[in-house]
Every structure is written in structure tokens, then in C-alpha cells.
């Protein structure tokens, strides 16, 4: 057995580098075990035997299964806040920048959907509440008062309601993924990146034809 294998596997921390990737190695097993089974299925020892850790790094790192739980939820939303935050500090998340951007990130973690609709739908309690809390957060309000915004501009019809239009394009953007294996069997298809460039075009062209205001914008382009 290695050194840096002994050190994985021993009740202390590792340091430095290999400390960062145990941390990783458990948010990545956290995912696949969780994304397979519910929350109150999956056990500690579970993860870490997948990691390649001792058990007590879960602790170490993230302080009990549920937060491991919560930190694997924040790493996703975190990657969905910084690629909004790369479109500059004072952007309003347009539908078009929400399709591009959340296209990328379902064709990049296409387990989320899925783990989405069973933790919300089926789950209770505490990691339940966050998930709905941090993914709301991630962009719905900047979404939401950019539709507004068109909507008062003259840019969209006067007479669409904000939220509803909001739900349409989530719709369009997140249900090919949802029904990933339907797609792809069906349709021939691969939802993967490059797909997902395309979809998001696609479905930007689709909602511009049902929204825009023609006689205030002139038609789409």
C-alpha cells in the first residue's frame, strides 16, 4: 500500500493537496450514492468506502451525512452562481443567459434533474428546505425581474404574466434532461454539450417567437 493510499484511509486529516482531494473524492461519492438512493438510505460508510477514506473524514470535512449532503448541493449551485456572476456583477439574467447557462450545466451534471424532482417531491425536513432554498436563490429572482423588466419595456407582450413566462422557459430548458433517456432513445440523440449549445438556441429562437413584442421590437431577428 502506498503512502498517499495509508493516509486516506488513517482517522487523521490529510494535508495540502491530498486533503482537497478526499474532499472532492467525497463529494463526488456523495452524488453517485445519492443519486441512486434517498437520503435516509445511504450511510456514511458507504461514501467513504467509495472514496477510498476512512468513515471519520466525513465528519472532518463536512461535520455529519447531512452536511456532506448540503455541501454536494452548494457545489452545484455554486458552479450555476459563478457562471451567472461571469456575465458581470450588475447583469439581470436574462432568459436567454438562464438557457445557455443552465443548458451547460445539465449537459455537464445530468444526474441533477432527476436528483431535483425525487428530493424535493419525495424528501422532507432540513435538506429538503435547503435545496429549495439555494437552488431558488441561485437564479430565480434575477430571472424573474428580467422578464419583469421586458415585460414594462415593451419588449415582451404587455399581457404575459411574469411568473408563468418564467415557468416556460424552465420548461423548455430543463425537461429534455429530465427525460434524458427518453430523448436519447427516442430521438437519437446525445444530450451532451455540444447538444446542449444547440437545444439552448433552439429553445431561446422557440420563446422569442411567443413572447416578443412585434410591434414594439420590430419583429425578431
Not at 17 to 25: F, H, S, T, Y
Not at 44 to 63: H, K, L, P, T, W
Not at 183 to 198: G, P, R
Request: proline share 3%; glycine share 6%; aromatic share 8%.
Amino acid at each position: 500500500m502506498s503512502n498517499g493510499e495509508t493516509s486516506r484511509n488513517t482517522v487523521g486529516r490529510p494535508a495540502g493537496a491530498e486533503g482537497e482531494r478526499v474532499r472532492l473524492d467525497l463529494l463526488e461519492a456523495a452524488r453517485q450514492h445519492f443519486l441512486k438512493s434517498e437520503f435516509k438510505a445511504v450511510s456514511v460508510r458507504q461514501i467513504a468506502e467509495s472514496a477510498g477514506v476512512n468513515a471519520a473524514m466525513v465528519n472532518y470535512y463536512f461535520g455529519s451525512k447531512q452536511g456532506l449532503y448540503i455541501a454536494m448541493v452548494e457545489d452545484l449551485v455554486a458552479k450555476l452562481e459563478e457562471s451567472v456572476k461571469a456575465l458581470g456583477e450588475d447583469h439581470t439574467l436574462s432568459v436567454e443567459d438562464f438557457s445557455r447557462t443552465y443548458s451547460r450545466l445539465l449537459a455537464e451534471n445530468p444526474w441533477w434533474p432527476n436528483f431535483i424532482i425525487r428530493e424535493v417531491l419525495f424528501s422532507e425536513g432540513e435538506t429538503r428546505e435547503v435545496m429549495i432554498r439555494r437552488f431558488a436563490s441561485a437564479f430565480a429572482p434575477r430571472l424573474l425581474a428580467s422578464i419583469k423588466q421586458d415585460i414594462s419595456s415593451g419588449h415582451y407582450r404587455e399581457e404575459l404574466d411574469p411568473a408563468l413566462t418564467m415557468i416556460s422557459m424552465m420548461g423548455l430548458t430543463i425537461f429534455p434532461f429530465l427525460a434524458k433517456p427518453i430523448m436519447e432513445s427516442v430521438l437519437n440523440v446525445t444530450l451532451d454539450a455540444d447538444f446542449a449549445e444547440q437545444l439552448s438556441e433552439h429553445n431561446i429562437e422557440l420563446f422569442q417567437q411567443g413572447v416578443l413584442n412585434a410591434a414594439g421590437s420590430g419583429g425578431t431577428s
